[in-house]
Every structure is written in C-alpha cells, then in structure tokens.
C-alpha cells in the first residue's frame, strides 16, 4: 500500500527566508506525487505534480520540488517565502493505473513571521 | 475558485442521526471524489463516482455512501453517525483519465460536527 510521511509537524520561516518542506512516500512502482496547498478555510489548490522525466519540477506561486527516487522523497522549496504562504501543505502519492486515489500525508503548517 | 461548489460550509448533527452532503462539480468534469479530512489530518480518500458509478473506495464502512447525477453533481450520505465521523468533507472534481494526473479541482468543503 501506498503511504506519505511528512516529518514535519509544523515549520515557522521569516519572511524572505528560503523553505523546504519534506516529504518521503512508499510506493513499489514510479510513484506520482503531488504538492497541495490548503489556506484557511480553503479547499486544496495543486501547486505541482511529478509524473517522469525530469526529477525537478516547477509549480505555481515560485514552488518548485525535487524527486529523488534512492531517498523515496519528494520535498518542496521555495527560495524566498512571502507572508502569503503561510498554509497547510500536503504532500500526496497516486499510483498511476486503475483507481485513482490520492493519498495524503498528515501535512506541514507554515508560519511566516515579518 | 475552482468552480466546484459544496453545500452545506457548515452543520452540527447528533450522533445516530443521518446527514446528506452535496457537490456540484466543475463544468465539464465527469468524475467526482470525495474526502474526510479531520482535524489535524491529510484527506483520505472515500470514494470516487464516474458516470453515476462507484469507481474505487477507500477503508470506509458502507454507511458512508454516494450517488452521482447525471449532471455528475454528486452526494455524500452518512447514516449512524458517530463523533469520529466530525471532519471536513471535501469534494473534488477531474475529467476522467485524469485524476491521476493531479488534476483535481476540490471544492471549499463542509464541516461536519457530530454531538
């Protein structure tokens, strides 16, 4: 069965600073991974996706996250937050055939402080 | 906006009772999936409905159920409530072949509250 880890809990970064989320997922096959966004009161908003191909990929709103197939990670950076991002993010795995499912980790809460 | 729309935002039941949740998905989208995301947690997968079928469940009992229109709105049914069931339900709504392109349009949700 498919799974997702998110380490961290919860992440406080200045604004300005640079970001890395983490994210590690178990999976047999090729895994595709997601970066989901989650605002308060929010429903969740694709930030990117891998599929194949290049192993580093560029989403919306500066994100972009690198897959490294030897660590079964796939983590999330931003160079430079903005008091905007602050949210819940979510890391999700879905195998790709048959029933599309995603599976969720538990998520990372970022604070960014002036 | 997502153009996916969920109705109620909001609604408290007592446990034993029976709640309907509704999803009107994005023009054009012929799938509809649906989520329980409790406090604290990711989203975890209930089922998905292509068509008006039942197309994949996740680890949840039978009373949770669906339905999907021909106008592919859908509905969530939960009879017998029970306090682990307070959660936001969140409805998601994708083009058939591509859900597993991430290409998932999640409504607002509703949250439910069981007492």
């Known amino acids: 069965a498919q799974s997702v880890t998110q380490p961290d809990i919860h992440i406080t970064v200045s604004e300005g600073a640079s970001l890395e989320l983490r994210c590690n997922y178990s999976y047999g096959a090729t895994p595709y991974l997601f970066w989901y966004v989650q605002s308060p009161g929010q429903g969740l908003q694709l930030l990117l996706k891998?599929?194949?191909?290049?192993?580093l990929v560029q989403g919306i709103k500066g994100f972009e996250a690198e897959f490294k197939r030897s660590q079964s990670s796939f983590n999330l950076r931003k160079p430079s937050v903005h008091w905007s991002d602050a949210a819940e993010y979510f890391c999700?795995?879905?195998?790709?055939?048959?029933?599309?499912?995603?599976?969720f980790g538990t998520g990372t809460r970022l604070t960014i402080i002036p | 906006e997502t153009g996916v729309t969920q109705s109620p935002t909001h609604l408290i039941k007592t446990r034993g009772q029976q709640v309907t949740l509704r999803c009107s998905s994005q023009?054009?989208?012929?799938?509809v999936s649906w989520y329980q995301q409790a406090l604290g947690q990711g989203p975890q997968f209930i089922f998905q409905y292509y068509r008006e079928e039942e197309n994949g469940r996740g680890n949840f009992p039978p009373r949770f159920s669906g339905l999907q229109f021909p106008n592919y709105s859908s509905e969530l049914n939960v009879n017998a409530l029970e306090l682990d069931d307070s959660a936001l339900y969140l409805c998601?709504?994708?083009?058939?072949?591509?859900?597993?392109?991430?290409?998932?349009?999640f409504g607002e949700g509703s949250r439910l509250t069981v007492l």
């Open positions: 998601a709504s994708s083009l058939a072949g591509r859900v597993n392109t991430g290409e998932l349009f």
């Open positions: 891998y599929f194949s191909g290049d192993t």
């Open positions: 023009s054009g989208h012929n799938t």
């Open positions: 999700a795995v879905a195998s790709n055939f048959g029933n599309e499912k995603l599976t």
